[in-house]
């Protein structure tokens, strides 16, 4: 039985990836910043098999709550065996169309929040000297694109990121 986190548990790839370990009757620990969507998805994997889940609502931008829920998470758990990051958020915008201020909305739930997750989890996972980090990213990282330029620069970010955490652990 795996322990699993997951933050941003009710977009669609974290959702369909929960789905699956349910059917393995893993525990799940679920972070999310809408709470029917939340509620929505925990009875969702009940029903496919999870032999527990515990949930909170929270906006990860808000980073002073980050090391809290991963200690809140792996109390409740016991340990984390999986921890999927798979939040963000997409603005059609040409950043010349956007706002600074926009920009760096963007930024800090698709970058910056993601980095001191990692960091805080680095830090839990080197402890443990076991398990898996995972964060969902983009192909909007490999290159510039004619619009989303603050999602890629964000998804770019976070991967070259997790390639320094990866030689790290």
Do not use: W
């Amino acid at each position: 039985m795996r322990h699993i986190l997951i933050i941003g548990a009710t977009s669609a790839i974290a959702t369909a990836v929960a789905r699956r370990f349910a059917q393995d009757g893993d525990c799940f620990y679920l972070v999310a910043r809408n709470p029917t969507r939340l509620s929505a998805v925990t009875a969702d994997l009940k029903v496919r098999g999870a032999h527990r889940v515990e949930t909170i609502v929270m906006d990860v931008r808000d980073r002073a709550k980050h090391l809290e829920v991963l200690v809140q998470a792996e109390k409740a758990l016991g340990h984390i065996d999986i921890l999927l990051i798979a939040h963000g958020t997409l603005s059609n915008q040409r950043a010349c169309e956007a706002s600074f201020e926009e920009c760096m909305k963007e930024l800090e739930t698709n970058c910056f929040s993601v980095l001191s997750l990692l960091t805080h989890a680095a830090n839990i996972f080197e402890a443990q000297r076991s398990g898996t980090i995972a964060v969902i990213g983009s192909v909007a990282g490999d290159r510039g694109r004619q619009s989303n330029y603050v999602y890629g620069t964000a998804k770019a970010a976070v991967a070259t990121f997790l390639q320094g955490l990866r030689n790290r652990l």
